[in-house]
């Protein structure tokens, strides 16, 4: 099973559903998706002043980033230590 991310016109749309007091029913048949994917986007994005679509793409692009590793900081490091290294065992 694959998992398909909202886009930003799809939060744009629960956005304006949501404030216009329809519920997570109505909003998950609008978009084609289910109720507990719907409650989870609001639940998840949901800050001080209620859902935001800006903030909830915002949000998404900073948890993706989080969760890639860092492959050049990690190689960076292993060069200097193979150069450290190099140095110890030629003297």
Known sequence: ???????ISERECILLMYHNQ???????QALGRSKSTI???LHR?????GYSS???QNSYTLRRRACKPQLK???S???TDCKRLRTVLVT
């Open 1 to 7: 099973m694959s998992y398909y991310y909202f886009t």
């Open 22 to 28: 329809k519920g997570i029913t109505q909003i998950a």
């Open 39 to 41: 409650g989870r986007e």
């Open 45 to 49: 994005n949901k800050g001080r002043h």
């Open 54 to 56: 800006h903030e909830a």
């Open 73 to 75: 900081v990690m190689r």
């Open 77 to 79: 490091e292993l060069r």
